[in-house]
């Protein structure tokens, strides 16, 4: 008698879909709670094998039907689940850490996931050709590249800590999003390119095009970030609304993601660094109230979006359908599927080691250098495919019309099968792996609980630096001798020492930040929870 | 270069629009903040005339062409923007106002909503069959006073302050809420019978089905909330993580809604229901951080919901082809649209004075009785009509193919007319009509600010209610004999100690609540913010 008998049968299975679904979620939520303390489970394989479960349920309950219960949906990810997650990434990220990291941050996944997608394509172009299984041309097999660089970390991240292993947290972490914008980026630009016939003047083009991307994008993001900051202080300066206020926060985020989309740039890159933005000067202009809500509602969205995207691989993993054009050919589909992970194994360890080598060699003090423990942690972080990959393959397999296509379905399947198995398998393997790798003793040398005046725990000292740039920035007004020859032997910290002169002389006075905020007599006091 | 050119046509132009929207909400946001201090206008008159005038801006640029770039659709309407208004609403309420007035509310919200849809319904069947622009049969005349039975009281309640009125507030209040369901549910019913033969065993199962959804509805939602409280009290007890708990009270507070809808319910009175229960009992389950995060998060959430369909509607309006229609004879849609307005405020008036006199009989202290102005107040609240009513009317006369029809042109447009006309003019005048019946003079005897430690401020001692239930109830556990005259006197005040101990004894030591979640040692501390 509701609202059911106004609507379609369509309708009522989409009702019937979104109660599963939602129910789903509850479960993965309170059983990865109760999985907590397990070896071996975390929250994102909980997920995908509660997803295969109800897929096998489904099937079982359909008779083998029901292949369109549950279709993966590109739009569904990259215009809802892919933004709360990047977001987020980019208000929790610890932002000293990850900008003394930069260089290394950006090498390892800009021009590690080119490597990767370079002898991903090769590998794909030299041995694929010859199994005779589908008609790929040289720009299939340049988005094959490009489909399985994408990486997937949530798990590792989910087992490594902030506060514990800073260092290895920032790269493991940077490389990831640089990674997803990376992976998009290329595969898109691959798309774009009439690729049959490479000549020098066209790959020039590609390049500078993948760079104006990776700088508007940027751009963007921070001033829609900086935007959201002059509004919230010049508005609602003392006095304050927290609804208000943290709905500003989510759609302005939301919109600099939607219109980095519309202007054809990396949504992924401007969200990221519209979050970074955001909670280095909007979040410091809000009540106390919004700021740890903002805090508390990013990260939950961005929680549920995880889990909703495992749950929803796990799904659709066994839509009966796809599955059915290699029914004759199981063993095609299964060397595909190997060939490809040797591939992803190859590519990965192929820039990884080379370029820890080549960051080392610039880094002065040990403590800053990756050790060989944490080289081989970073490169099985990225060994996992997830749901970018997933996204790309059906795009470019399913979208154009001929999804009947032998080559097309092999793909696909060999897509799915890799991120089921490096999820479940590599997943499973990766905390006892990271326990024996960095045995859970540093816990005891770490750094207390996290700042509460930061939503990324900005202020806790990092431990294995002595030079810690605030203490050293103490007397920041008279540029001092010592500063000067600090400024030859230490380039990076001389960048952020000029960065925070900068930020607050100009920046902070204009866009508020942290003690940039005053507090008016006869506004809401700091402390107001209301 | 993003994901656009992955993308059709169709989903660019949903780009656009999601672009415009969010564009629009961040708008009346800021516009709405400027506006605060403003003696007519509210927010939500805001957003209506900003949608308004967007619909001028794309009707103009695509030169009259543009008629299906937004149109009103039912299903994100009580899918997505009705559950978090609803939710709030329950989460958010005072419930001891609410429950002490309950009888009161439910006169007003469930006899007086079938008072006004009986004199609608009546008024239309005999001026509109002699008006000769349509053929509509008894089922389209019931249809058409459930409709504009549906009231809007968002305008009232955004001027209205719980702690200055609680009276007035709570009843406004609940009765918004209990009129949502009542009509939505009596909609439905007149859908799902056939109601070309009226006899009285029809009409006694009709009341029967009508009576079994309020309960089970209530019902489900109250479980809802309980099993969430459950959970999160038996697994998080001691080692509580804020995102899951803020997760799981989203997602379980979104079930109920949906199982409503798909068990054939009200998912409006469930989810209001769950949304009491919830701030009973699991908001107190919860940590410090949890219980800031979701009574700002819910607040927010509702809060640009309730912008959004004021926005939509607005730019619905103007949608061209619902205009083409009625072009060739505006006398008849004007006359219409006026005769529904005079019946509209006739069936309010005809129930708003007997029911508060009925309501009056039964109180004995004058602060509870409802005073003339009050009446007046409450009677102008429910004059507007909004998003239900549209709904409602989009779905009787769009939905069964025969859109093109003269008769369902003219009631669509005449709906959008009266939605526009209420609550612009009723809604401008709103602001200086409380004023003047209500003169700021009370803001000097309202209580202080709200409770840190209850989502609705339930702890603020309610002014001109001597009899407080918490003072009146601190020794409860031996009935004194005083107690028993006051139960022969009090009924009310009884069956709330009755309850009081009730949930004291075997309430709350199951599901939690203020007071019973003991801190175990070792375990986050209450004041701890992660």
Chains 1, 2 share one sequence.
Request: aromatic share 10%; with cysteine.
């Amino acid at each position: 008698m509701g609202l059911m008998e106004l609507t379609t049968t369509s309708d009522r299975a989409s009702i019937v879909s979104i109660n599963l679904f939602v129910a789903l979620l509850c479960g993965c939520i309170v059983i990865g709670h109760l999985l907590e303390d397990n070896r071996w489970m975390n929250e994102s394989i909980t997920a995908l094998i509660i997803g295969l479960c109800t897929g096998v349920v489904i099937l079982l309950l359909s008779k083998g039907r029901s292949s369109h219960l549950l279709v993966f949906s590109e739009d569904l990810f990259f215009i809802y689940l892919l933004p709360p997650i990047i977001f987020n990434a980019g208000f929790q990220v610890k932002k000293k850490q990850f900008f003394r990291n930069f260089i290394t941050i950006m090498l390892f996944g800009a021009v590690g996931t080119l490597v990767s997608w370079a002898i991903i394509s090769l590998g794909a172009t030299q041995i694929f050709s010859r199994m005779d299984f589908g008609d790929f041309d040289i720009g299939d097999y340049l988005a094959i590249g490009a489909i399985f660089a994408a990486t997937d970390s949530v798990c590792t991240l989910q087992v490594l800590h902030q506060d514990e292993t800073p260092l290895l947290y920032s790269l493991v972490f940077g490389e990831g999003v640089v990674n997803d914008a990376t992976s998009v980026v290329l595969f898109n630009a691959i798309q774009g390119f009439d690729m049959s016939k490479i000549d020098p003047k066209i790959a020039l083009h590609f390049i500078g095009n993948f760079l104006y991307l990776f700088f508007t994008s940027t751009v963007l993001g921070v001033i829609a970030g900086l935007l959201c900051a002059y509004i919230i202080k010049k508005l609602y300066f003392g006095r304050h609304s927290t609804d208000r206020e943290v709905a500003l926060m989510m759609l302005m985020a939301y919109l600099s993601y939607m219109l980095a989309e519309l202007l054809d740039l990396s949504g992924i890159l401007t969200v990221f660094f519209c979050g970074i933005v955001m909670s280095h000067y909007t979040w410091h202009n809000v009540t106390e109230s919004s700021r740890i809500t903002t805090k508390h509602t990013f990260a939950t969205l961005s929680f549920v979006a995880e889990i909703f995207i495992f749950l929803y691989v796990g799904m659709d993993a066994l839509d009966i359908e796809k599955w059915r054009f290699i029914s004759d050919s199981p063993g095609t589909s299964v060397a595909v599927s190997s060939i490809l992970l040797g591939l992803v194994l190859l590519g990965r360890a192929a820039f990884v080691f080379p370029l820890s080598f080549l960051s080392n060699l610039a880094k002065k003090s040990t403590s800053d250098k990756i050790s060989f423990k944490q080289q081989v942690i970073i490169c099985w972080a990225g060994l996992i495919r997830g749901a970018v990959s997933m996204a790309l393959a059906y795009n470019k397999f399913t979208s154009l019309g001929h999804t009947n296509l032998r080559g097309n379905a092999i793909m696909i399947t060999s897509t799915i099968t890799l991120v089921l198995f490096s999820t479940v398998v590599f997943g499973l393997l990766t905390k006892p792996l990271i326990r024996l790798l960095l045995p859970p003793l540093k816990h005891a040398t770490s750094a207390a609980s996290s700042d509460p005046n930061s939503p990324n725990s900005l202020g806790v000292p990092l431990i294995s630096h002595s030079q810690d740039s605030d203490s050293f920035l103490s007397g920041h007004d008279i540029p001092r001798p010592s500063s000067i020859r600090m400024l030859l032997t230490t380039p990076t910290h001389t960048v952020h020492r000029l960065w925070r002169k900068f930020d607050d002389r100009f920046m902070r006075p204009v866009f508020g930040g942290r003690g940039f905020v005053p507090v008016v007599p006869g506004s809401p006091t700091e402390g107001n929870l209301s």
